[in-house]
Structures are given as C-alpha cells and as structure tokens.
C-alpha cells in the first residue's frame, strides 16, 4: 500500500468517532511515524479560548496508537495504550496544530511513541510520551 492508500484508509477507519468529531486529519506516514493535524475550534477549546490540553491528548494518543498498529501485522496483533503523559508547553487560540508520533521502541509486546505537537509557526505546544500495548489477536476476532 503506498502513503496515500494508508492514509485513506485509516480516515475511512475513523469516521463517526471522537477523531472524526475534533477534525483530525491524517497528513504523512513515515517509516516509524505518523503526522496528523487538528484545527483549533470550539471543539477543541476550553472555556479561555486556548486549546483545550485534553485535545492535545487526544492527538497524541490518536497518532501513537494509529501508528503502532501501522507497524503490526493488523490480521495478527492490535495495540491498546498502557500510559499516556505531556507536558503542555505553549496554548494556541486558533489555526492548526500539528502533531508527529515517531516510534521509539518497537517490541514483541510493548511500544513507547514520542509525540511533538507544533503550531503553525512551529512553536512547540505539548510533548507527549505514549506507551501501547501490543495484543494478539483470537483466530475468529477481525
């Protein structure tokens, strides 16, 4: 499958789900990455007009858990998040965030991602750390 089929279909995957609901959009897969982005809007502010720091988790958990299973054998194995941090750096009032997941441990049945969440200056907003789980699946689960 080439990047532009990935892409499809993991948006075709995320239709009608909070990913769908908070505008996050696939934009790049790499070799042991991920790129999405997220407007900033009423969806995803909190009450002061900043970026709500729960919707930079989501995208960050978003882009790590969508990118582990890139890496598996998705007939086989599926991951599900052990732990999640961040550390809110900066707060964006509108526009785009944009957020890169790059794998740092790829294991038989753990993942650990980093997550870098940027404005569209390119200021960093949130740094995030995620940790999957990787699971096998039973013979008649697809």
Known sequence: MDKQQVLAE???ATRGT???HLGIEFIDV???SLTGRMPVTTHTRQPMGFLHGGASM??????ASVAGTLELDRDRQYCVGMEINANHVK???DGYVTGV???IHLGKKT???QIHIRD???RLICVSRMTLAVMNRKRHEH
């Open 91 to 93: 707060s964006a009032r």
């Open 120 to 122: 569209e200056a390119g």
């Open 10 to 12: 993991i948006t075709r």
């Open 30 to 32: 790499g070799e042991h």
């Open 18 to 20: 909070l990913i769908d």
């Open 111 to 113: 993942q650990i991602w």
């Open 101 to 103: 997941a790059s794998a």
């Open 58 to 63: 989501v995208l960050a958990e978003t882009l």
